[in-house]
């Protein structure tokens, strides 16, 4: 019998693994080619739909390429998307709705929206945390408790993420502070097959 419960829980993990192997085969990746060094993110479309839908639209509009990670605090997040190396905002289209109670947590190398003191005010600017940030999770459908949207995972590349986090950081103009003295710039971002993905 103990042979046969043996076998019984080597095929269900494998079964677990394989479908876990699948939806990570399901879900949509982007690269970030940044002057630092690629950064893969995989998506979760199935927890933050809207979330993903807003971001794939500004990776295939070519949003993101140009601009900077123009806010680095090492220890806590690096968040880019929003501006190009000379510091001037792009125009973005409406914010989202926020998504955070989905059950996605920002811990280390989960990728978030970025937002205003308004819980529904995310546009094209993500972060991706260094830290596990539970402070920024949803509690509770109000203006304090609904944190930030967790929708993507850095799945290659945290090496990277990591070293943009030690770059030398300065005041930029106001109200930015600890913008990377040398800007780290996103160079290109592109959807990809999981199996194509482009290495620097």
């Known amino acids: ?44 479309p199935e927890n933050a739909p809207k979330t993903v839908e807003n971001f794939l ?6 949003h993101y390429n140009g601009t900077i990670f123009h806010r680095v605090i090492d220890g806590f997040m690096i968040q880019g998307g929003g501006f ?4 001037k905002e792009k125009p973005t289209r409406e914010s989202i709705r926020n998504e955070a109670g989905n059950g996605l947590r920002n811990a280390i190398g989960m990728v978030a929206m970025a937002r205003t003191a308004d819980p529904h005010s995310a546009t094209a600017q993500f972060f991706i945390n260094l830290a596990s940030n ?10 304090d408790g609904h944190g930030y949207a967790v929708f993507a995972r850095v799945s290659d590349g945290l ?13 930029g103009p106001p109200p930015h502070k600890d913008v990377p003295v ?7 971002a592109e959807v990809v097959e999981r199996a194509q993905q482009p290495r620097k």
């Open 1 to 44: 019998m103990r042979p046969l419960l043996r076998t019984l829980a080597f095929v269900l993990a494998l079964g677990a693994a394989a479908l876990a192997h699948a939806a990570e085969q399901k879900n949509p990746h982007v690269v970030l080619q940044t002057s630092m060094g690629n950064i893969t993110l995989e998506l979760y």
């Open 134 to 143: 539970d402070f920024l999770d949803f509690k509770a459908p109000t203006a």
């Open 57 to 62: 639209r500004y990776v295939r509009d070519c």
């Open 84 to 87: 190009t190396r000379d510091m």
């Open 159 to 171: 090496d990277v993420v990591r070293r943009i986090a030690k770059v030398p950081t300065k005041a």
């Open 182 to 188: 040398q800007p780290v710039i996103i160079q290109r």
